[in-house]
């Protein structure tokens, strides 16, 4: 079905056309699009629309942004893709079809870093963010520990221009760079933290994620063979050395492998954490 232009500009209008033009989510779900694509998408404030009321009108420029919002959205596409932006750790970062969109679960991820690393004798502690897509994870670690010296690493071009415009966007020294963890080519030696949110997904359960990750969230940074689900936790701890620690993100049905895993490693010490949902989402493997 074709979505045309919506006949009135007023805000009961436009809210009741775009959510009835949403297809297969919930009420609620199409209510907090509309209000996050008004603040962000267009730059009117909630509170703002609110006050006014029944005097309130979006202009025809805002109206053509509303039906070429919901042909993506029809689309499957993500709503931070179409912004071109997300927010993690409190940080506004640039995104693109090239990079992952960052998860609450990997803030709590960089949380736990801060929590168990910086009160501690590290005190200009050298950071590796290996798969950084965006930088997310690099630099909310920067923000909050300004006197660390932090890299983030990638084996995609385009996923790392998006990182190092973030980091300029927020003025933070990084320094980002290219390179492929499979090889031998990569820096892993160092540092004393690796952390890392790696490809975890296995293809053959690519049919049970949303249409809008499936589809659009770049698969090098989502999918592992069926047959080698651990296989960037492998060779991440084959790399380690005496007094490194790493820090990762892993799927929640994982927990019994990794543990498996980092004990065949010879780990010195490994502690897991769950995410605010219970489920086992994060290790601290210390050798």
Known sequence: MSIGLPKENSLPFVKSWFKSSL??????????????????????PRARILAEGGQFRFNEGDL????????????????????????????????????????????????????????GIRNSPRILDVGTGSGAIALALKTAWPEATIAGLDISKEALEVARW?????????????????????PRHNWDILISNPPYVPISQRHLLEA?????????????????????????LEAVQPGQVVYVEFGADQFPGLRDLAISYA???????????????MARIQF
């Open 23 to 44: 297809e297969g989510i919930s009420s609620s779900e199409a209510d907090n699009l509309f209000w996050w694509l008004a603040e962000e998408g267009l730059g009117y």
């Open 64 to 119: 053509r942004n509303w039906v070429l919002w919901l042909k993506k959205l029809r689309a499957h596409w993500p709503v931070q893709y179409i912004l071109g932006h997300s927010w993690f750790c409190g940080l506004k970062l640039r995104v693109t079809p090239h990079t992952l969109i960052p998860r609450p679960e990997t803030e709590e991820l960089v949380a736990w870093t801060l929590e168990l690393e910086k009160p």
């Open 166 to 186: 973030n980091a300029q966007a927020l003025g933070l020294d990084i320094t980002f760079f290219q390179a492929d963890i499979l090889s031998e080519s990569w």
């Open 212 to 236: 809008r990750v499936r589809d659009h969230e770049p698969e090098l940074a989502l999918f592992v063979p069926d047959e080698d689900v651990l296989k960037f936790y492998r060779i991440l």
């Open 267 to 281: 780990a010195k010490d490994v502690e897991f954490k769950k995410d605010s949902q219970g489920k086992w989402r």
